[in-house]
């Protein structure tokens, strides 16, 4: 009586087992899963580029003759989701560009006109690429140095918007996000200071400047003014005196801490906008200011931050090329500078 207890029991497990799988709808053998990639991102292979029902084929054939009866999927490793209305669903672009086509991130249908697209609106991700698939994934963004097409110009006309969401300088260079960010994280690592959580992981900011009031200790900003005046001697007033006198005039309420207004107004009081920096700098030095301050979150300018440093006089760039990979290129793209490997 027990055997035929126990058998009855293994008999209605292996019944809701079979109905289980029967309900997954699709033969599991023949698909793959979607793989991780270094960002983090989701995304079917090469080899099963076609997603659907969860999971990834190598077409849509494959897909229906394996049981799955949504047809809705797209090119998953291409960055091509789903749907048939009106741009992608899941098509991964940042909040401000969602318009997904031609493989690329816009604000909307309008702009992707004018940047020269004409799908429909069912391209792909922000993975495409600005020229034909080309680029390579940077967090939200694609980052293509050759995409150098204005879509957007900077109000300033400093440079514009490419339409892969970056800016673009007036000299023909695409920004690179993630570049800028190591490029923090070098001065923090190697100078050994903080800076501030916040403007890391918002550096590499694009168009629109982040509404953020990074903070960081007098004594930090010194170590790092230091090490960006080293051999430099003028009248007899080293480097480290020009840093330590640049801080204290910057903390302007003397307590040890020094925030972007606070820095941003301390500059501002000076007509000249270079405070005590100008035997360094020259006399329209305002603008190498702006340059200093920005690469630790006490000053943001519009465009995106690695249009900065340009105007740092060269002993300057030289130091800070010691402690970080400067982000400031040079003509082209494939400027040793703007190499993120340096």
């Known amino acids: 009586m027990k055997h035929v207890f126990n058998l009855a029991i293994f008999s209605m497990l292996l019944l809701v087992v079979t109905v289980a799988c029967e309900s997954d709808g699709f033969d599991s053998e023949t698909s793959v899963p979607k793989v991780i990639d270094a960002n983090g991102k989701a995304s079917c292979p090469s080899s099963h580029p076609y997603e659907a029902c969860g999971a990834c084929w190598v077409d849509a ?57 004409n799908d429909d609106g069912n391209g792909g991700g922000n993975n495409g690429g600005g020229n034909g698939g080309s680029g390579t994934p940077c967090g939200d ?5 050759n995409n150098t097409a204005c879509v957007t110009v900077v109000a300033n006309g400093s440079g514009c918007m490419n339409s892969d969401g970056l800016f673009v300088s007036s000299k023909g260079v695409v920004s690179n996000p993630c570049n800028t960010k ?14 501030e ?85 020259g006399i329209d030095g305002g603008l190498a200011t702006d340059d200093v301050l920005a690469y630790v979150g006490l000053y943001l300018g519009d465009g995106a931050l690695d ?36």
């Open 141 to 145: 963004y694609n980052y293509d140095p």
């Open 197 to 281: 959580n916040q403007f890391i992981e918002q550096s590499g900011y694009q168009g629109d400047v982040p509404s953020i009031n990074p903070t960081m200790t007098k004594s930090d900003f010194i170590i790092y003014m230091k090490a960006l005046f080293i051999n430099i001697n003028i009248n007899g007033k080293t480097g480290d005196q020009f840093a330590t006198e640049f801080a204290d005039l910057l903390d302007t309420n003397n307590d040890g801490i020094l925030t972007r207004n606070e820095a941003s107004q301390a500059k501002g009081s000076d007509p000249r906008q270079v405070l005590n920096l100008e035997p360094i700098f």
């Open 307 to 342: 249009k900065y440093a340009g105007d740092l006089p060269q002993v300057v760039q030289d130091n800070m090329a010691n402690f970080t990979r400067t982000w400031q290129p040079g003509v082209n793209a494939e400027s040793k500078r703007y190499d993120s490997n340096n």
């Open 182 to 195: 190591e490029a923090v994280l070098d001065i923090e690592r190697n100078l050994g200071i903080d800076i």
């Open 61 to 117: 054939n494959q897909a229906q003759s394996g049981g799955c009866n949504d047809t809705g999927g797209g090119n998953s490793g291409d960055g091509n989701g789903g749907g048939d209305n009106g741009g992608d669903q899941n098509n991964n672009c940042p909040s401000s560009h969602p318009y997904s086509a031609c493989g690329q991130c816009w604000t909307d249908a309008n702009q992707a006109q004018a940047g020269g697209c």
